[in-house]
């Protein structure tokens, strides 16, 4: 059993279910994303993702026609195996098409471009064996990209890494439920003074580079595996 904290983006709040591996993901229809198919090999009891990623992920593999093998998809931070700020990290994101041949996967990715239903599709130059695409959100914190910042009142999937990255680092939030209340904002400065940064409780570029660096172990990237 899986407690699945799904955000949903359209009412802003937090919305929290219980699932058996082989029921739907929230918001899947047909039964085309289950929830050991989402959680891949992480090895949380606790999931998150968002209304619009499952809706896209509904609306894609409407579009694909037939079944979608996960390789990867969700990822807690200190799993491993993804950059330190990893759409993996927030549920959002989907490598797929590693069990196809070369060709089946640049008409997937090309499929999933065209139809405008991702915020962002990898191009095969950076995932030659698979496809990645993923439903982000937010305005990135960072010039070069990431996550986008959070603050006092925040609500979404991003407040949950920063909750559970904090939380893995001996800083008390009050729980892991992607609401960035007072408890949050308290550990997030002394996460902030304990680094040097400035404590204003915003966790911005500077304070999402240094908690994801602390908190993602530096590894290869993992690929899909059969």
């Known amino acids: 059993m899986a407690t699945i904290r799904i955000f949903n983006n359209d009412e802003n709040r937090m919305e929290t279910y219980f699932r058996n591996e082989n029921e739907a993901m929230p ?10 198919e989402f959680r891949g090999s992480s090895r949380s009891d606790l999931l998150w993702s968002t209304k619009r990623a499952m809706q896209s992920w509904n609306s894609f593999r409407f579009l694909y026609g037939r079944p979608i093998r996960v390789g990867f998809a969700f990822k807690r931070p200190y799993e491993g195996g993804h950059g330190q700020q990893s759409q993996h990290f927030a549920g959002v994101a989907f490598d797929v098409g590693h069990n196809l041949s070369a060709a089946e996967r640049n008409t997937m ?19 030659p064996t698979w496809v990645h695409f993923d439903r982000r959100f937010g305005t990135p914190a960072c010039a070069t990209g990431g996550y986008p910042a959070v603050r006092l009142g925040s609500i979404s999937t991003y407040v949950l890494i920063l909750q559970d990255s904090l939380t893995r680092l001996g800083y008390t939030t009050g729980g892991i439920d992607g609401i960035f209340g007072n ?16 404590a204003d409780g915003v966790v911005g570029c500077f304070t999402w580079s240094y908690l994801m660096n602390k908190v993602v172990p530096v590894t290869a990237v993992l690929q899909p595996v059969d």
Do not use: D, H, K
């Open 183 to 198: 408890g949050t904002a308290n550990a997030v400065m002394a996460f902030q003074r304990a680094n040097g940064l400035t």
């Open 27 to 36: 918001y899947n229809t047909g039964n085309s994303l289950l929830v050991r």
């Open 109 to 127: 990715r090309s499929l999933a471009y065209n139809s405008g239903i991702w915020s962002y599709v990898e191009p095969s130059s950076l995932t």
